[in-house]
């Protein structure tokens, strides 16, 4: 079946650790994104990319970083320089500049102590 | 990326039609108004989505006034199923963000 996997849904870090976060696609789709939500918030885009080896920051990128080695894979690493990391990430993949649905994974739900 | 206010809540009862307002005051001529959904602790699902003209299909109908300023998102036989933080969306047609906010919780109630 296809879709977007996001890998662990749970995830746990001691204070200062980087840790990366994994989003896998088989849709075939150029864009991938990635997005934070806080509890009792909305989504808000941290980064996108829309081809491989190459990727914009969106509202929320300080103390996150990505790669784009491949089309269906974009990982995201939460450093240490990111002040708030405990928070739910969701990944979504879409067709590049058609106006169609995003896909977005079950996310990942990542608790620094 | 044009703004969209919604309600932050919403009651339903189960059965009856559940009518979701968006207003995008500020949209321009090539923006999409877009409806996800998000049941608590999973990723956003893909509801609807329109320009100009109304749209339909199996989970809910959307309706865009004629000046393109504000929608309603129908879903006509809300279940509890449908309890859920809606969000719309409005998109251009040449970019691939997704801008959201902070959407609707709709409650459906027995």
């Known amino acids: 079946d296809g879709g977007i996997t996001q890998s662990p849904k749970y995830l746990f870090r001691k204070e200062g650790q980087n840790v990366t976060l994994s989003c896998e696609q088989n849709?075939?789709?150029?864009?991938m994104y990635w997005y934070r939500q806080d509890p009792g918030q909305g989504l808000r885009l941290i980064y996108y990319?829309?081809?491989?080896?190459?990727?914009q920051k969106g509202d929320i990128a300080e103390g996150y970083s990505v790669s784009r080695e491949k089309k269906e894979s974009f990982p995201l690493t939460v450093t240490s320089a990111q002040k708030n990391p405990t928070a739910f990430y969701l990944c979504?993949?879409?067709?590049?500049?058609?106006?169609?649905?995003?896909?977005f994974g079950q996310g990942t739900r990542l608790t620094v102590v | 990326d044009a703004k969209t206010t919604q309600p932050t809540s919403m009651d339903c009862a189960e059965g009856r039609a559940a009518n979701l307002p968006c207003n995008h005051s500020?949209?321009?001529?090539?923006?999409?108004v877009y409806w996800y959904r998000q049941i608590h602790s999973q990723g956003p699902q893909y509801i609807i989505h329109?320009?100009?003209n109304n749209e339909t299909n199996e989970m809910a109908s959307l309706i865009i006034t004629e000046d393109r300023k504000s929608s309603t998102l129908i879903l006509p036989h809300a279940t509890l199923r449908d309890t859920a933080v809606y969000y719309c969306?409005?998109?251009?047609?040449?970019?691939?963000?997704?801008?959201f906010g902070t959407g609707t919780r709709l409650q459906v109630f027995p």
């Open positions: 329109g320009l100009k």
């Open positions: 969306i409005v998109k251009g047609r040449n970019t691939d963000k997704l801008i």
């Open positions: 500020t949209i321009s001529g090539n923006e999409y």
């Open positions: 990319s829309q081809i491989v080896n190459d990727f």
């Open positions: 979504a993949s879409s067709i590049l500049l058609v106006n169609t649905e995003a896909f």
């Open positions: 849709l075939n789709h150029d864009a």
